[in-house]
């Protein structure tokens, strides 16, 4: 289940070397040394109402873009627990955005949803609003049980 994700992930970045991101953040500069980038919408881990890091909302028409550092076992005990009570983790550096475009210096591996995919440049965009979804009246996901 979810937690074979963890096990995954925590075994993959302890092998891991830091990269250089080259970020333009809503036309902000940034470089930063980490070795793990996520840009996201949406916090939950999948377990319950957790999410990795507190206030990551889907409807707030911002990207929370997320580094890593590094991944010692100290640092990934501090992620579970910030995870845990929902509190800011200084492990994790973030930023909130519109628009992020990531200078890899040469051709990365990354995971766009469930595709591993190769590129040099990274330019994401959100468009607020641009997404419906229909969600079930509670009346209808009672009566279906």
Same mark, same amino acid.
């Given at each position: 289940?979810?937690?074979?994700?963890?096990?995954?992930a925590?075994d993959?970045?302890?092998?891991?070397?830091p990269?250089?991101?080259?970020?333009?953040?809503?036309?902000q500069?940034?470089?930063?040394?980490?070795?793990?980038l996520?840009?996201?919408?949406?916090?939950?881990?999948?377990i319950?109402?957790?999410?990795?890091?507190?206030?990551?909302?889907?409807?707030d028409?911002?990207?929370?873009?997320i580094?890593?550092?590094?991944?010692?076992?100290?640092?990934?005990?501090?992620?579970?627990?910030?995870?845990?009570?929902?509190?800011?983790?200084?492990?994790?550096?973030?930023? &909130?955005?519109?628009? $992020?475009? #990531?200078?890899?210096?040469? =051709?990365?591996?990354? !995971? *766009?949803?469930?595709?591993?995919? &190769?590129?040099?440049? $990274?330019? #994401?965009?959100?468009?607020? =609003?641009?997404?419906? !979804? *229909?969600?079930?009246?509670?009346?209808?996901?009672?009566?279906?049980?």
């Amino acid at each position: 289940g979810q937690l074979a994700y963890g096990f995954t992930a925590l075994d993959t970045l302890s092998e891991v070397k830091p990269v250089l991101y080259k970020m333009q953040i809503d036309g902000q500069s940034v470089n930063e040394n980490g070795v793990s980038l996520s840009v996201t919408n949406i916090g939950s881990i999948g377990i319950s109402d957790y999410a990795l890091l507190p206030h990551i909302k889907i409807d707030d028409g911002l990207f929370d873009v997320i580094l890593l550092d590094h991944a010692d076992f100290i640092s990934m005990l501090r992620i579970a627990g910030s995870t845990l009570l929902q509190t800011e983790s200084n492990v994790l550096k973030r930023w &909130k955005c519109k628009e $992020i475009l #990531i200078d890899l210096n040469k =051709n990365q591996s990354f !995971i *766009l949803d469930d595709r591993e995919m &190769k590129a040099r440049l $990274i330019k #994401i965009i959100i468009i607020p =609003n641009s997404l419906n !979804i *229909l969600i079930p009246s509670r009346k209808y996901l009672n009566d279906v049980r």
